[in-house]
């Protein structure tokens, strides 16, 4: 995840947009956050994330895959699963998971 | 757009993810972006917006919409495209769009 915005793949493929709004009680949550991100790259069809945090409020994580099966093989990971467990229990006010097929796609990139 | 992220719908529904690393030009950007939100309320369909911003950095805005009509409405607007012509004239770097059909969703509110 870095400043440039993953790419406009060609569609079919999923997003995976997770919103959320976090509490107090951050402890473990960027090691567990940088496993994830280090697991999810070993998943065939895996392509990509975007993210952003508003400071002290709202983030949201895009996540990119292939197809339906890299989104199941990523979601019935048992790390990930546990890592979902904890994140209800200690890291997040709320959340949001809406799980997309994209139909259509554009990207822009300033030549100049 | 709050710090309280959209709901889970119940699908299908519409998102568009939009990406953004902008330039150093931002001017009128704010004034535009207020009046684009102003403008999207009026689209019949419209579900809501999140927004996030790494300080100086990445930006993701997803709009939900119900239903592929509302997002060609949206699309279509007039002030809209002019937004988007200015946008790639003096604001964005670079920029991804992604329009997808939401298949699954759930949302998680602490309740303690």
Redesign the interface.
């Known amino acids: 995840m870095s ?6 793949f060609e569609p079919p493929y ?2 995976a ?1 997770f ?3 976090r ?1 107090e009680n951050q402890s473990d949550y960027r090691e567990t956050n940088a496993r994830m991100e280090e697991l999810v790259r070993d998943i065939p069809g895996y392509l990509g994330m ?6 002290g ?4 994580t ?1 996540g ?1 895959f292939r197809d339906a099966e890299a989104l199941a093989q990523w979601r019935s990971n048992a790390e990930h699963r546990a890592a979902q467990a904890r994140g ?1 229990a200690d890291w ?19 030549t100049d």
Chains 1, 2 share one sequence.
């Not at 400043?3 to 406009?8: K, L, R």
């Not at 409020?57 to 949201?60: D, K, T, V």
Request: hydrophobic residues 30%; positive net charge; glycine residues 6%.
């Open positions: 400043d440039h915005p993953v790419e406009a999923y997003v947009v919103t959320t709004v509490t975007d993210h952003a945090q508003n400071p409020g709202l983030g949201i895009v990119y209800r997040y006010r709320s959340y949001t998971l809406h799980i997309a097929k994209v139909e259509r796609s554009h990207g822009f990139t300033r």
